[in-house]
Structure formats: C-alpha cells, structure tokens
C-alpha cells in the first residue's frame, strides 16, 4: 500500500490517555493519515499502523529483528499484500551523539539517512532536566530535529519536535518532491523514530 497525495505538513500527535505509545498522524487540513500503535509488553519492539483511530483495516506492521540490539533494525511489511517493504536501521554508537538512521528498501538498498540536527540539544535536555522545576518544562524549549538526506547529500524531509509538556508533538515536512513509494517508506521510518527517540528522552 502507498500513502499517495500527502497534505504536508504532517503532524504527530500522541495520547495520553492509553497505556500504550499510541498517536494519530493527521495532514495540515486534519484530515486521517494513520493511526499508530505500539503493542505493549512485547519482548520486541511491535508496531502496528492503522488506516484510522476506528482501527478498521492494519495497513503496515513496523518489528524489530532481534530482542536486544544496540543497532536495532526494524523490518517494515505492508500488511495489505504481505509484502516486505523495507527497513529502518540504527547506528548504535554513531546515536549516542547524534541520533542517525538508515533507510532501506525491499531490496535492502541504503535509499536515505535520518540524521539529528544537532546533538547539543540531546545534551542540554539530560543536564537541564535533572534541575528541579525547570526541568519539568525542558519540553518547550529544546526540541531535536531530524532531517532526511539521500547518499548525495540532497535534503528531502524534516521532522521537528513541537513545544509540549510531556513531548507529544511532532511535526514532519517535506521539503522537496519524492516518489510516491519512497514517501511512504520514509513517513514510516519517522513514526517508527519517534517511538525510538520518544523513549530514550
């Protein structure tokens, strides 16, 4: 399945009031892009991407590989025609610094790279937030970005952290036009980056 003529910006948005890391991901007009949901208590990292909050139809299933893995990569199947549509790989000790991932098709061919922006903001965040009372409001004032870029250097997407108590929202653009099917891939990359980043802090 391909998620086709995109509403840019997209915004991500998590609940707060399910146990699971659940969000709906909505275009600028606030219309349905998907809903996402991290199955709980799972030894792996399980992902499930829905058409909408009403849950009516699994359209991607997002897993991890193996159960413990500094370099995590996480295997993307279209649920619609049991197809493997690509992966999402972590550089462990690249991502201390800077988080950085790399993207990959169905044919396990490196297409893209989601690099932090600046890794500074990772490091203010864990000294600011250890400050009693300042640090409960470090979530509207440092925020990461991450930006999408092909093997050349050529930018084509970027996510932004949005101002909120308990990081809820994030936003995604798109800078520059892309295949429909690398699109897809990409967003879904994202979604699954946030959970990754969303946990770590």
Same mark, same amino acid.
């Given at each position: 399945? =391909?998620?086709? $003529?995109?509403?840019?910006?997209? &915004?991500?948005? !998590?609940? #707060? %009031?399910? /146990?699971?890391?659940?969000? @709906? ?36 299933? =997002?897993?991890? $590989?193996?159960?413990?893995?500094? &370099?995590?990569? !996480?295997? #993307? %199947?279209? /649920?619609?025609?049991?197809? @493997? ?117």
């Amino acid at each position: 399945m =391909i998620l086709k $003529n995109l509403n840019y910006p997209l &915004n991500f948005k !998590f609940k #707060i %009031t399910t /146990l699971s890391s659940d969000f @709906n991901i909505t275009d600028r007009n606030g219309n349905y892009v998907a809903y996402v949901r991290e199955k709980i208590f799972k030894l792996k990292d399980d992902v499930i991407v829905y058409n909408n909050e009403s849950k009516s139809q699994e359209i991607f299933r =997002i897993k991890a $590989n193996q159960w413990i893995d500094f &370099n995590a990569s !996480f295997s #993307i %199947t279209d /649920l619609v025609t049991g197809q @493997n549509f690509g992966k999402l790989a972590r550089r462990g000790m690249r991502s201390i610094w800077k988080s950085h991932y790399d993207i990959f098709d169905e044919n396990d061919q490196n297409k893209y790279q989601i690099n932090e922006d600046n890794g500074w903001i990772k490091v203010f965040d864990g000294i600011v937030g250890e400050i009693p009372i300042v640090g409960m409001f470090t979530g509207y004032f440092l925020n990461p970005s991450y930006t999408v870029k092909d093997s050349a250097g050529k930018e084509y997407f970027r996510l932004k952290k949005m101002p909120s108590l308990i990081g809820r929202r994030f936003k995604l653009e798109r800078l520059i036009d892309i295949d429909d099917e690398d699109e897809t891939l990409v967003v879904l990359s994202f979604l699954m980056m946030v959970l990754l980043e969303r946990s770590r802090g």
